[in-house]
């Protein structure tokens, strides 16, 4: 009762202050003015001292697996497909740095959503996806070196196609006479192809990127539709797919791939999916890959030798921030600034 009783007292006299503090204010509007206006310009004048300035901050988290090369690999987080503008600004910017290598792909799924029907003679094979590489990628990656019969590509229109060992064995390609040069004409995508190569589908998913992931055709599963009953659901009723619907993704073996020149591919109707870089020799890749960023926000994975010339691998990204300037000056004028207004108050 006496602590209730006293916080009351407490309260009813600040109150009344108050209240006699407004009622000074009140009667004596010219001194009330001139106070609020010294405090105004005390105010002004500190903050005219700081400023907030935007800034660009770079981060980089170390991976545990080594690098296969010296370079950068842009692909979407979710492996969605990008604009093809987007491979003519990092063309512009990395150019003049390093080797450049667009990747593309045209897939059907995994079997239960179907395939992509090769046809050589009377014979047929079932692939699951078209990989369009350029002839620049043996450059980039070294991939050309997983060849066990015939050729790279040689120019980015040619018609040719490169089959893995099984659907070349399944279709009856003779390896000897694609080493040759005189490989035949495969049906892909209802259009004749040129056999130059076959490649061994274990060395090709043995060889990984920068993102310790193979180079073939990565294809998106959402997770929420392998619940039983979710499909039917989704047919009977018109929902629409929310931002939280958890996606991931797994490669298609290199198996039951056929590769094309991505100029071809992506003529067919292919989009841009990712891109690696390799860097030439004494290039400033740090400097590079920060000057990109501060233009754009995307994940980049790099692969770069560190202060003591190890090579590395990092996720690189960059984030908006906003510094304070001048926070330090302020100590002196801010204190002044309290005298002056407590010397204004005490006299009011």
């Known amino acids: 009762a006496g602590t209730a009783s006293g916080d009351l007292s407490r309260s009813g006299t600040a109150y009344v202050a108050f ?6 204010m009140r009667r004596r509007m010219m001194r009330t003015g001139l106070t609020l206006a010294t405090i105004t310009i005390l ?10 300035t935007p800034s660009i901050q770079f981060i980089g988290f170390e991976k545990d697996w080594k690098p ?7 692909h979407d987080v979710n492996w969605w497909s990008w604009e093809p503008t987007h491979y003519d600004y990092l063309e512009s910017h990395f150019g003049e740095s390093g ?5 593309t792909w045209l897939t059907m799924g995994f079997e239960e959503a179907g395939y992509i029907p090769m046809r050589l003679e009377g014979k047929e094979a079932a692939g699951l996806g078209v990989l369009g590489l350029s002839p620049d990628e043996p450059g980039v990656t070294g991939i050309d070196r997983t060849l066990v019969a015939g050729r790279w590509f040689e120019q980015p229109d040619e018609e040719s196609v490169i089959l893995s060992d099984h659907l070349a064995s399944q279709l009856g390609v003779n390896f000897d006479s694609v080493e040759r040069g005189e490989g035949p004409e495969v049906r892909v995508l209802g259009e004749p192809w040129r056999v ?3 490649f061994d589908s274990k060395a090709f998913d043995a060889r990984l990127d920068l993102n310790n992931e193979p180079i073939t055709p990565a294809e998106e599963q959402f997770i929420q539709f392998n619940m039983p009953g979710m499909d039917q659901m989704f047919l009977m009723n018109d929902v629409l797919l929310e931002e939280d619907i958890e996606i991931t993704y797994e490669h298609i073996p290199a198996s039951r791939l056929a590769i094309v020149p991505y100029d071809r591919l992506t003529s067919r109707g292919a989009q841009l999916m990712s ?3 390799r860097f030439d020799e004494g290039v400033d890749a740090r400097g590079l890959i920060e000057s990109y960023l501060s233009r ?3 994940r980049l994975f790099v692969g770069m030798p560190d202060d003591a010339g190890v ?8 984030i908006g921030a906003t510094t304070l300037e001048g926070l330090g000056a302020l100590v002196v004028p801010l204190l002044i600034a309290s005298l002056i207004v407590l010397n204004t108050m005490m006299g009011a």
């Open 68 to 74: 296969p090369y010296s370079g950068i690999l842009f």
């Open 311 to 318: 090579m590395r691998t990092y996720s690189y990204s960059s």
């Open 275 to 277: 891109v690696a870089v």
């Open 99 to 103: 080797t450049l290598a667009p990747r």
């Open 296 to 298: 754009s926000g995307f």
């Open 43 to 52: 105010t002004f004048t500190v903050l005219s001292f700081t400023s907030f």
């Open 19 to 24: 209240m006699i503090g407004i009622s000074n």
């Open 196 to 198: 130059i190569g076959v």
